[in-house]
């Protein structure tokens, strides 16, 4: 009996059908029965006879973990890993990988709205909607200062574009606490600030590239913007206060609010926002980019179903688990 691999409620979405994706598939199919999991919470009663998972970010309990003996690996269809339980899957000898091949389709959503905060194209929009043609002035790039906050693979792919446009009067600020940040900046043609208030005090515009969920732009930090500047956040909403960035916005200390997630839960206090633009975590996603999703999550998956080692693991200890190496060649 061949064991089972479910799939993310993606992959049931045919707005994300492709040919590569057909064929991926199909190999996968051969090494077990394929099958899209539910939304929600993914706990014990999806466990029996699962060897393999591509999963998006359901939460994946302890439960789940426990009753799933022949799981061998849990491939995330993204970056995220929050809801993955990343200690227990290496506790019990489960292999969790993630797909960073989506890296330069969120610097490009970056730049796109790096210039279109710089043209307040949001704002011209909705006046000529409104019927008010006023001419208003706007920003260039080229000259300007864009800081960027977390200089990872993200931000080093957003300076790489940046840089022509900024031209030879425009500066590009990062901040960073990784030890090698000097040497990296240099290689990008960036300035180190050390700390972010003057990061966010000497930038027109400013964005985020950092991981995790804690909060590291409040008040404090927003009141030293300018008022013409914008903060763009296409990593996760949770990095900026919303009640603080929502009051800054409608105070003038900042132009602009851009947020790669939607207008809900703590959001939901920006619906119609004119200056507050909210993008359904859609900043990584694009034709090409699915595809590098799903076949890298599809060889993260048969890779270790085929006894070899994937690629992009999140817990390399794990590769010690007495479990981890019956199942994986020498």
Not at 133 to 154: K, M, P
């Amino acid at each position: 009996m061949p064991g089972k691999i479910l799939l993310a409620p993606v992959f049931a979405n045919d707005a994300y059908d492709s040919e590569p994706r057909r064929r991926g598939l199909q190999q996968l199919a051969e090494l077990g029965t394929t099958e899209v999991y539910p939304a929600g919470d993914i706990t014990a009663e999806h466990a029996a006879g699962v060897v393999g998972i591509i999963a998006d970010s359901s939460l994946f309990t302890r439960s789940f973990y426990e009753a799933a003996s022949d799981l061998r690996v849990i491939a995330r269809w993204g970056v995220g890993f929050d809801k993955v339980n990343v200690d227990v899957a290496t506790e019990v000898g489960v292999i969790i990988t993630v797909t960073p091949v989506h890296m330069d389709t969120v610097a490009e959503y970056t730049i796109a709205q790096w210039l279109a905060t710089l043209k307040r194209t949001y704002t011209l929009n909705r006046l000529s909607h409104s019927g008010d043609f006023s001419i208003i002035r706007t920003y260039d790039a080229q000259g300007s200062t864009l800081g960027l906050y977390g200089f990872g693979r993200i931000g080093q792919q957003v300076a790489l574009r940046a840089k022509p446009l900024l031209g030879e009067h425009g500066r590009l600020l990062v901040f960073d606490i990784r030890p090698d940040i000097e040497d990296i900046a240099a290689q990008f043609g960036a300035e180190v600030v050390s700390d972010p208030k003057t990061l966010f005090a000497e930038s027109d515009t400013v964005s985020l590239h950092v991981s995790g969920d804690n909060t590291i732009v409040d008040t404090d930090l927003l009141a030293h913007l300018r008022p013409h500047a914008s903060l763009i956040n296409p990593s996760r909403g949770n990095l900026v206060d919303d009640e603080a960035v929502h009051h800054a916005v409608d105070t003038e200390k900042l132009y602009y609010y851009v947020v790669d997630d939607p207008v809900d839960g703590p959001r939901t206090i920006h619906k119609d926002h004119p200056r507050i633009i909210c993008t359904n975590h859609n900043g990584g996603i694009t034709r090409e980019s699915t595809i590098r999703l799903d076949l890298q999550s599809i060889e993260q998956v048969s890779d270790p179903l085929q006894g070899r080692q994937p690629a992009h693991i999140l817990n390399p200890a794990v590769l010690d688990h007495p479990r981890v190496k019956a199942f994986l060649n020498a």
